[in-house]
């Protein structure tokens, strides 16, 4: 491939996962109803119709955003699990990885929580599934430490451990306004392993 053409690509890349970011924020800002193309390709510095080569269309980029998290997700639980075999280095293993998403991507967790109902009834399904893949993911690593416990106990201690999670960023900060990860992610860490442990 030429020089020229794999700058090319790169920047074409680039510019995708920018309108991604950009996307999530202003979608977790306004919702996705308050965001125009226009205003997307803005906050990446190209037109509104410019996003069109990367999207067919703002649901398109919606759909990417939470299918593609619930992906990663999925995916990241599993290579938690598998690297670690007892149950206590599992559901620490998969509380820390949670927290980090949860930390470093509460803009999408906004987005999931309010915008869901937007995308196309395909999508969301694929997303409610991969969703409760990774429910599962965390049922089987609980289970080792509750044995005796039914699945339904098991799905709503994860649940309410994801709760815990993914509402904490939201509010608490620094003085500065900024979020403290490091101690916020020890104490998440903590709580939510109380949670699943009691």
């Known amino acids: 491939m030429a020089t020229g053409t794999t700058e090319r690509h790169r920047a074409k890349v680039e510019r995708h996962h920018s309108l991604l970011r950009a996307a999530a924020r202003l979608f977790a800002e306004r919702g996705f109803s308050g965001v125009s193309l226009e205003e997307l390709g803005a906050a990446v510095g190209v037109s509104g119709p410019a996003v069109y080569r990367h ?3 703002k649901q398109a980029l919606l759909a990417e955003i939470l299918v593609g998290v619930s992906r990663r997700l999925l995916d990241g639980g599993r290579e938690v699990v598998t690297g670690t075999t007892d149950t206590a280095g599992q559901l620490t293993a998969l509380v820390d990885f949670h927290v980090d998403f949860a930390l470093a991507d509460a803009d999408v967790i906004r987005v999931q929580d309010r915008d869901l109902a937007s ?3 395909d999508d969301r399904a694929t997303v409610r599934e991969l969703q409760r893949s990774y429910v599962d993911v965390w049922i089987d690593a609980l289970r080792g430490l509750h044995p005796t416990r039914s699945t339904d106990e098991l799905r709503i201690r994860v649940h ?4 815990l999670i993914n509402s904490t960023p939201h509010t608490v ?4 306004g900024t979020t403290d990860t490091e101690g916020l992610h020890g104490i998440l860490r903590d709580m939510a392993l109380a949670a699943l442990r009691a």
């Open 55 to 57: 999207f067919a269309n």
């Open 119 to 121: 995308l196309t009834a």
């Open 160 to 163: 309410a451990a994801f709760g």
């Open 173 to 176: 900060r620094t003085a500065r």
